[in-house]
């Protein structure tokens, strides 16, 4: 089957920034050239300064149905991951789901933030099932996330969940008719924020699963301490005492580790 031409359309309105995989025709499968396409967004996202939020969709009916190195003699699998890339930003990502995340799809929806579906959406892991096993996070994400029965579960018999059970079950947090506009909705509300509180409240809850709750709570009072003196922060203290919304810095942002970005260009890319 021809490849596209664009398998990953990426696109930066406002402030946020939309990743969307365009191969409807295969199932949106995670293929060499969507896999170097995914990884370049990703990249283009950390450049960009006035970027406060992402969202990870697809041309439906699917999401992605899974990666295409299960059928591969000799899988490179350092150049086919997208999770880890996805996982690794200091933003806060929504993923906008539909149709079938299966497999490696499925480990590409874990590692965002956030998981909007649509009543049709099935999820599964089946790659053990065929003979492969996941490469991308999944055995990690599933069981931190869905807990380790239903991890085990998933991965040892290829078991599929309907959105319902999957909402149930923790792996998706709100099912809506139409995920891509909610996702839009959600992110933009989140953009609002302070970046650098957006970013830090991401950082502690992710290490909330690997620190004893003595730990957890000495990195949220050290990030706490960071924000202190920050534009974001004194903007939301003025906002308070004067009765207003706050109103954010908007074209300049601070990494968690502390590095001052450079100001976006004015077309947003």
Same mark, same amino acid.
């Given at each position: ?12 309105r406002d402030t946020?920034?939309v990743?969307t995989?365009s191969?409807?025709e ?8 969507l896999?170097?396409?995914?990884r370049?967004?990703?990249e ?6 006035g970027?406060?939020?992402?969202i ?8 992605c ?8 003699a ?6 086919? !991951?997208v999770?880890?890339?996805?996982a690794q930003m200091?933003?806060?990502?929504? =993923? ?5 995340v ?11 933030d ?8 099935r &999820? ?9 096993f996941?490469?991308?996070g999944g055995t990690?994400?599933?069981t931190r996330?869905a807990?380790?029965? &239903? ?7 290829? !078991?599929?969940l309907?959105?319902?059970? =999957?909402?149930? !079950? ?10 891509? =506009? ?11 924020h ?10 502690a ?10 730990e ?10 960071? &924000?202190h003196?920050?534009?974001? !922060?004194?903007e939301? &203290?003025?906002?308070f ?14 990494t ?14």
């Open positions: 089957m021809p490849v596209p031409e664009r398998p990953v359309l990426f696109s930066v946020v920034a990743i995989l191969s409807p295969t199932g949106n499968q995670i293929e060499p050239a896999a170097k396409a995914f370049e967004a990703c283009a996202i950390a450049d960009d300064a970027v406060r939020a992402v990870v969709c697809s041309i439906p009916p699917d999401f149905i899974g990666g295409c190195l299960v059928k591969s000799a899988p490179d699998f350092e150049s086919a !991951r999770a880890g890339p996805l200091t933003l806060p990502v929504i =993923a906008a789901l539909s149709g079938t299966a497999d490696q799809g499925l480990e590409l929806a874990l590692a965002a956030i998981r909007i579906a649509s009543p049709d959406t &999820l599964a892991m089946r790659q053990v099932v065929n003979g492969a996941p490469f991308d990690q994400r599933l996330i807990g380790p029965a &239903l991890a085990t579960e998933m991965l040892l018999t290829g !078991r599929e309907s959105a319902d059970e =999957a909402y149930s !079950r923790g792996l998706i947090s709100e099912i809506s008719p139409d995920p891509r =506009a909610r996702a839009e909705q959600i992110a933009r509300d989140i953009a609002r302070g970046v650098l509180a957006s970013a830090y409240t991401k950082k809850v992710l290490a909330a699963s690997d620190m004893t709750f003595e957890g709570a000495h990195l949220e009072a050290d990030l706490s301490f960071l &924000l003196g920050e534009e974001e !922060r004194e939301g &203290l003025a906002a005492r004067e009765g207003r919304s706050p109103r954010m810095p908007a074209r300049r942002r601070r968690p580790a502390g590095d001052q970005s450079s100001p976006a260009s004015e077309d947003g890319s």
